[in-house]
Structures are given as structure tokens and as C-alpha cells.
């Protein structure tokens, strides 16, 4: 690996890795869909699932017939794949330095993951990587902020973010600036709703941020304590009662340029 990982991925990943996998959400079924018909994979494909993580993208990958292939750095979160999906051939690797050959690989997808290594090096190899006919899908799930209680738990969260990169920056988009290696064909967004304890879905959720999971204990336990409490306040729901907590998915679709 040649790239650094910002260190609210390393720590907060490596230590919440497993946490990770029991409460982050899953994607909408509607996304295999994209992926057939946007994307054009099916059982002929060689995809990359890039910043694979724990695996929670994976299933959807599974279900289109493609041969998947799993890249994560991080090697906690890649154990806990590896426990998941034995089956899947995984690599412990940087986004920009990609252990595979020129023009290799069909599909490139990024579920969650983009913004932690949104530069020109690692574009320029996945690019490199990628068939003439390539292309590249990047995905994430964001809390739906128009719904009141949600916009105030991010409001909470906002001030101790820092540098760390995040979606709703919107600084991953500036890679794309004055470069000839992609052109973004189509953005397509869906309803996502994660269903379950206010504590397991909303509380432990938001603890697997990259920068809370990279806190000391107590202070994530504060964290926890404010979060359920602002979920009380808007809705009278106590940690252990059921809530829907609302996402929007946004699957953006490149085409490689062929220079």
C-alpha cells in the first residue's frame, strides 16, 4: 500500500470494524437493478468492490453473477469480510495502487467509500486498470436530514468532524475537475429506510463514524447518550423501541474515457 489512510479511517475502522458490520445499514434491493442495467454487469464481469470494508456491499455484487473481486486496506474491516464471504477472492490494498493488470477489469464500484481516496492517483488507476468499455460506479447511503430529528443528530455530530472527508462535502466531486479520464452518464437516487432499536440503528449506528469510532470510550458513550436523548426528545422513543431511521442512496455512474 503507497496511500496513507486518513487517521479517522485507520483508528476508527480498525477498532470499529465489527461494530461496523452490526450496525451499519444495507442498500436498496433496487440498486442490483442499477447495476444490471446502468452499469451493464452480469456473469461475464470482473468487478472490483473497492473499499469493500466489511462487506456490506457485497451481497448486491453476488446477486448480478459477476466474478467479484474485494479490495480494502483497512485489515480489520477485511477480516471481518473474510468471515462473511469466504468464497471472495479480497486484496489488502490502497486505491492507488491497485494489484492488477492495465485494462484488466470491467466495473469498478466504490460503496461508501470514495471520498476517503478522492485523488488524481487513485482515479488515474482505477482508470488504469479498467477496460476501454469500463465503468465506474460510486455509492453511498446518507441520512435523510429532512427529517427533523435526523438534521438535529447531524447537527450534533457536525462540529467535531474536522478534516475528515465525508460525502456530504461534496469535496470528492473536485477529482472530477478538468480531468479526461471519466464522465459522470447519470445520477440516480433511492428511499432507503434501516428499521430497528432506536439504540441499534440510530445510537450505535452513528458510534461507527469514522471520527466517534476513533474516540476514547467515554467519550463515545456521551456521544451515546446525547443521541438518544435528542431522539427522545423529537420522538418519545426510548433506546430500546423501534424506529425507522430514513436514508437516500446516491448511485452515480462513469464512463472510462479512452485516451
Avoid at 139 to 161: G, K, M, T
Avoid at 171 to 185: A, G, I, P, S, T
Amino acid at each position: 500500500m503507497t496511500q496513507s489512510l486518513h487517521p479517522s479511517a485507520q483508528k476508527g475502522f480498525s477498532s470499529g470494524a465489527e461494530l461496523y458490520q452490526q450496525v451499519r445499514p444495507n442498500y436498496p434491493q433496487e440498486i442490483v437493478v442499477w447495476l444490471q442495467d446502468r452499469l451493464k454487469i452480469g456473469e461475464s464481469s470482473t468487478v472490483i468492490d473497492l473499499g469493500s470494508g466489511t462487506g456490506k456491499f457485497l451481497p448486491y455484487l453476488i446477486q448480478t453473477g459477476a466474478k467479484v473481486l474485494a479490495v480494502e486496506p483497512v485489515n480489520e474491516m477485511l477480516k471481518q469480510l473474510q468471515q462473511s464471504y469466504p468464497d471472495i477472492e479480497c486484496f489488502q490494498s490502497s486505491a492507488d495502487s491497485l494489484p492488477f493488470k492495465n485494462a484488466s477489469i470491467d466495473r469498478v464500484l466504490c460503496a461508501q467509500s470514495f471520498h476517503w481516496f478522492a485523488n488524481q492517483l487513485s482515479l488515474s488507476d482505477i482508470h488504469r486498470v479498467l477496460k476501454p468499455s469500463g465503468h465506474l460506479g460510486l455509492i453511498w447511503n446518507q441520512r435523510d436530514i429532512n427529517v427533523d430529528w435526523v438534521q438535529a443528530l447531524a447537527d450534533e455530530i457536525a462540529p467535531f468532524e474536522g478534516d475528515t472527508p465525508r460525502y456530504h462535502s461534496g469535496r470528492w466531486k473536485e477529482v472530477f475537475d478538468d480531468q479526461d479520464l471519466f464522465k459522470l452518464n447519470s445520477l440516480q437516487t433511492f428511499q432507503l429506510i434501516h428499521s430497528g432499536t432506536v439504540e441499534q440503528v440510530v445510537s450505535k449506528r452513528l458510534l461507527s463514524t469514522s471520527f466517534i469510532a476513533a474516540m476514547p470510550y467515554p467519550e463515545q458513550q456521551q456521544f451515546k447518550a446525547k443521541f438518544e436523548q435528542i431522539v427522545f426528545d423529537f420522538t418519545g422513543r426510548s433506546p430500546q423501541d423501534q424506529i425507522d431511521f430514513p436514508y437516500i442512496t446516491y448511485a452515480y455512474h462513469f464512463q472510462k474515457i479512452s485516451n
